[in-house]
Structures are given as C-alpha cells and as structure tokens.
C-alpha cells in the first residue's frame, strides 16, 4: 500500500467550477501536512499547510482528519490559471522527510 | 536570492557512462535531499543529508551515491547509468525554516 494515495484525475472543470481533492496516508505517525502544486515540467511549490482545524487561504480550503488519515482541498471558483497537479504531502520521521503521493491533475476549461 | 540550484539542467548519458549531479543552496539549510520524478508517480526520495559530513538512504537509493562534503553542496552520483534511471530529478533543503526546491535535472538514459 502507498504511503499517501491520491486518485491521479484528471479532473476537467469549467471555470468557475468548484471541485475536490481527496488524499489519505498510512501512517499514524505522521507530523505535517501540505499541498503542493506543480505545473508541467516545473518544481513542487507549497500551496498550503494542512490543520486539523482547517485552513483557508483565499479559494482554497484544506481539511485534516487524522482520525481518518484523510486530507481534503477544495478550490472555489476555478481559474484557468489553477490548472496543474496537485500534490499531498506527509512529512514524518527523522530529517524531515517529505512523502509524496502521486497528484491529482486538475484541467480548468472556458 | 538564488535558492536552490540544480547543475546540469538536461543531460543525455549513454547506459554505463557515470556523471554527477550537483545541489547547491545559499540559504544555510542544514537538511539537504534528492529526489526522483517518473511519470504517474510522485517524487520518491533517493537520499538525503541532515547536515555536513553525513548522508542516509530513502526509499529508492540504489543505483546512485551521495557525498555533502560542503554545506551548501549536496551531490548525486551514477557510477553506471541505467535506462531505468531516466527521470527527473529534485534536489530540496529545509530546515530550520521551509523547504525549497531547486529547479530539476532531466536526465535521460539511453
């Protein structure tokens, strides 16, 4: 079993659209959590941290259910410009370690 | 503020030929990392180091080797290139603050 697994999409959504990513992990342990996007080609780059509390950071929203071992984003009001992959991240153990699941990849379309 | 930055960005190798790829980061980061990006999976850690003098094994190791002899300098070696080890590849640091990826190697085997 992965560590952290994500349904890879793709996801195509008209602008405007709001749509939903899920995430789970498998172990317990785990310290932090994130998202990260990465466009075609390019590096990971952070979007957001992960609470247990939820965060929101303008159209975006995560959610953090270590009962579960779930971790959610929603994007409201999809931009075009939202197109790309979107990566969950767990960090845990020694050296601050990141595990990658594979990305969802979202297609925002006119 | 360079960042992290990757050495070189392309490259094409003949299978058995050796070659080194070079990490440096200018933002006194004691954690350093690479990793590895094949198509439909997430990046998988290879190696890593948590300060100078020092290097571990992640979760896909073999194949390569890693020196730090430096700080701000973290190494990735092929001794015998491989098709399998055609990807693309993430150096990152961290620690205490943040995590920074360079921009990726694409490095090809054939």
């Known amino acids: 079993r992965k560590e952290v697994e994500q349904d890879p999409g793709p996801f195509n959504v008209p602008e405007g659209a709001t749509v939903a990513f899920n995430c789970t992990y498998s172990?317990?342990?785990?310290?932090?959590f994130f998202w990260y996007r990465q466009d075609c080609r390019k590096e990971p780059k952070l979007l957001m941290s992960?609470?247990?509390s939820g965060n929101e950071d303008g159209r975006f929203t995560a959610q953090l259910n270590r009962a579960s071992q779930y971790i959610s984003l929603l994007i409201r009001d999809s931009k075009l410009s939202d197109s790309a992959t979107y990566l969950c991240v767990v960090k845990g153990g020694g050296g601050n370690k990141l595990t990658f699941g594979t990305g969802t990849q979202l297609k925002v379309e006119l | 503020n360079a960042g992290v930055t990757q050495t070189p960005k392309f490259r094409v190798l003949k299978t058995g030929q050796s070659m080194t790829l070079l990490c440096a980061q200018d933002?006194?980061?004691?954690?350093m990392y690479w990793y590895r990006q094949d198509p439909g999976m997430g990046l998988r850690l290879i190696h890593y180091s948590v300060g100078e003098g020092t290097t571990a094994k992640g979760e896909v190791p073999d194949g390569y080797n890693v020196s730090r002899l430096k700080k701000q300098n973290f190494l990735l070696g092929l001794e015998s290139a491989a098709p399998s080890q055609t990807s693309v590849y993430f150096c990152?640091?961290?620690?205490?603050?943040?995590?920074?990826f360079g921009s990726g190697t694409r490095l090809t085997v054939v």
């Open positions: 172990n317990s342990a785990s310290q932090s």
């Open positions: 990152a640091s961290s620690y205490p603050y943040g995590y920074t």
């Open positions: 992960v609470y247990s």
């Open positions: 933002m006194n980061h004691e954690y």
